[in-house]
């Protein structure tokens, strides 16, 4: 089982689950080049260049396919397209609130031209106010207060870092080119697949979200789920669980019970652990 985060976050944001997982079977978690605690280098990459990271990594590593690969956000679109590449080297997916080529068009467009106008250049500060850092230092100490302390407090002063914040705005900056490299690359296999959406309004989300009225949020949580279920639809064994209370980056600290159970399922579809690395 492989961990691809999403953009601004790191693979130990994953860790209660690696945690769980690793008990059924071995459990990566890594951050990509340029993110989280790798060494900084040039963004935004290519999907291409992404992918073909991870499996030279899982090679080094001696960590052999098939994968189940566990994806969050813009991980999710990574786990995808690595799906696409590779197909053989893929057993089954766990999408947890995926970025998708598709997203915008089922957006409302007043909704989308408001996500368009927000510059994240422009709207980050050359220093962060003291209120914000302390809002959302809070927000991650509150959905991670069970994690252990020498994992925790590291990981939250990284999140509300000027640094890691820069970082997650450049990975994703060449969305529209991920998103091109998604649809040229064919078809996704045809293997288990299941989806996790998250349709509360996010408090992490703030700064994205200020100034955008609740109906339209509430839209966008309809419209997700419209086209996930669509996604889940797309493979023979697909399926779509939806989560009421969390939105989109809470959903990965507040529910790591849905997104193991959600890997727990998958490897029982596939036969459990012994079936392969996964």
Request: hydrophobic share 40%; aromatic share 8%; no cysteine.
């Amino acid at each position: 089982m492989v961990f691809l985060a999403g953009a601004g976050s790191s693979g130990m944001d994953g860790f209660i689950v690696q945690q769980r997982a690793a008990v059924l079977t071995t459990s990566v978690l890594y951050d990509r080049a340029g993110t989280g605690w790798s060494d900084r280098g040039e963004l935004p990459r290519t999907s291409a260049q992404v992918t073909d990271e991870l499996r030279e990594l899982l090679r080094v590593a001696g960590v052999p396919a098939p994968y189940l690969l566990v994806g969050h956000s813009l991980g999710g679109l990574y786990a995808r397209h690595y799906a696409q590449r590779f197909p053989g080297e893929v057993a089954g997916l766990v999408l947890v609130e995926p970025e998708h080529e598709d997203y915008d068009s089922y957006m409302p467009q007043k909704l989308n031209e408001l996500y368009q106008a927000w510059d994240p250049d422009e709207a980050l500060p050359d220093e962060l106010p003291d209120e914000v850092i302390q809002f959302y230092r809070d927000l991650f100490a509150r959905e991670m207060a069970d994690w252990p302390e020498e994992i925790r407090e590291p990981l939250i002063e990284r999140h509300v870092s000027l640094d890691w914040l820069r970082v997650g705005g450049r990975e994703a900056a060449n969305r529209d080119q991920l998103h091109d490299e998604v649809r040229q690359a064919g078809p996704m296999p045809d293997v288990p697949l299941i989806v996790l959406t998250a349709t509360a309004i996010d408090p992490f989300k703030k700064a994205v979200t200020q100034g955008i009225p609740t109906s339209l949020l509430h839209e966008e949580a309809e419209a997700k789920a419209r086209l996930y279920t669509a996604l889940a639809e797309s493979v023979s064994h697909g399926e779509n669980r939806v989560i009421d209370d969390a939105g989109h980056a809470s959903v990965v600290f507040r529910h790591p019970d849905a997104v193991f159970q959600a890997i727990q399922d998958l490897l029982g579809r596939l036969g459990g652990p012994d079936t392969g690395t996964m």
